[in-house]
């Protein structure tokens, strides 16, 4: 049964449960320094705003210890944040607790487009564990239920999967964000305009292997770069040094190998790399051909051939999908062949599609995150639905 979304309820006036995912990154000082999960849930409250909804926002930021609430993890600065971003003259309303007296009384005393925001879902023991008390607990704020937290899909908790049994089809839905997440990934993967290709980085082949089997029965080229591409080179016979390598994953990188060599699927690797005599930022650095990878060496990038190789191979691309960072890009040494492939993928003509919160990162850094046709918000939902895989939050809402 197909999801409804918002513009399918009739929510006008009604006490709506919006579930968020405001997990945003913060500096030691407590600093949002990315505010776009925030920002993505903006069109769905603005439109239960003008139907004159009583809005209870909720998400989980981080991982508390349940039953204790520090501040750190408090959601506070979200409010504060989204107070600014809506532009609305109303202050939003931020509950002490989740499920305890102050949201409650907080909850009562809303008016036609007040905003209340519940603490930190995690401050409570019920939320990971998908417990249906709380779940009810949650249930009981509102007349329907929204889910907008397409980061928090892939998770079966208790505000993204239990709480939906109590809603009936007439009152539940997913959010503006999701659905447009969904579509995305959906569409494009389902029904690509071709050549399309997938690049793949990140650490480690088995966090995407899955993934990786999954694309090749829809992609016209594979690149892949960061660190799992020495398991691949690996077992193609190349010394990596102590660069990161699955060795029980060699065979599997062979019959991927293999795999697309049968399907007539172009595969890329890395032919040249940047590497260090140790993982640390402070230390010299070469770039060499993947025959000379010194032993002991770390492979930590991409080099420079290879951001060139890989700007060919994209040359022609109509849609491109993108997961996983070509290097270590958080040390700024390392991070090169990453913005260089940022730079390459937003200037094609292709559709752009960027998952994964490190690649996010990488574009968002690179400036390039506004080129790009649709960055997602959520990591692991993403990849999961990139290994055709359903997502558990999205299930309960059909
Ligand atoms: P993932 O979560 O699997 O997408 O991996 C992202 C992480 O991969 C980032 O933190 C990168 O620092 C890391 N990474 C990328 N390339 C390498 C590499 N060559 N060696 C070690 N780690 C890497």
Known sequence: MKVKTLKDLNIEGK???????FNVPKDEFGNITDDRRIRSALQTIRYCIDRDCKIILASHYERPEPGKYEEQYSLAPVAKRLHTLLKIKNEIFMAEDVVGEDAKAKAQKLQAGDVLLLENLRYEAGETVNDEGFAKQ??????????????????????????TKFFDNEHKGAGFLM?????????????????FIAVVGGSKVSGKLQALNNLLNKV???????GMAFTFLKAQGFEVGNSLVEDDLLDEAKNIMDKAKELNIKFYLPVDVVVAPEFSENTIVKFLPTQEIPKGWFGLDIGPASSRLFREA????????????????EMDRFSKGSIAMSHNIAQTH????????????????AGDADEMTFVSTGGGASLKLI????????????
Request: proline share 4%.
């Open 387 to 398: 290994e055709g895989e359903s997502l558990p939050g999205l299930d309960a809402l059909r």
């Open 314 to 329: 994209l040359g022609d691309a109509r849609t491109i999908i993108w997961n996983g960072p070509m290097g270590v890009y």
């Open 220 to 226: 016209d080229k594979l690149i892949i770069g960061g």
């Open 138 to 163: 949650l249930a009981d704020f509102a007349d329907f239920y929204i889910n907008d937290a397409f980061g928090a899909c892939h998770r079966k908790h208790a505000s993204i999967h239990a709480i």
């Open 179 to 195: 659905e447009k997440e969904i579509n995305f990934f959906s569409r494009v993967i389902e029904n690509p305009m071709r050549p």
């Open 350 to 365: 292709a559709t752009t599609i960027v998952g994964g919160g490190d690649t996010a990162d990488v574009t968002q850094r």
């Open 15 to 21: 006490r709506v449960f919006i579930r968020c995912d």
